[in-house]
Nanobody, 123 residues
């Protein structure tokens, strides 16, 4: 099992930037895929971005392409989500997640989750 701890959330004005971090620990996870999800009040949890731990290939939701960048630091065992040009609709609790299966980027495909960090974008 992988333990995940997010940090970096907060309140920012529209157009601003935030960087979220996700520190991973536990069993070795060189074959894992790390993901960021978000959940706004009254809405379902949705995929934001993912990165493969071994190789670094990335995927993004259409709503964040060109604004968000996911990356990982293998030495620090940390995954980052750089969020630029933030919009009020980006307001949500952001979760870091991990999976060791090849296919699927839905919430049900990820077996390990962090506790979440709140991101609030004011207009």
């Amino acid at each position: 099992q992988v333990q995940l701890v997010e940090s970096g959330g907060g309140l920012v004005q529209a157009g601003g930037s935030l960087r979220l971090s996700c520190a991973a620990s536990g069993r070795t996870f060189s074959s894992y895929v790390m993901g960021w999800f978000r959940q706004a009040p009254g809405k379902e949890r949705e995929f934001v971005a993912s990165v493969s731990w071994n190789g670094g290939s990335t995927s993004y939701a259409d709503s964040v392409k060109g604004r968000f960048t996911i990356s990982r630091d293998i030495v620090k065992k940390t995954v980052y989500l750089q969020m630029n040009s933030l919009k009020p609709e980006d307001t949500a609790v952001y979760y870091c997640a991990a999976k060791n299966t090849k296919y699927g980027l839905g919430p049900a495909d990820f077996g390990s989750w962090g506790q979440g960090t709140q991101v609030t974008v004011s207009s």
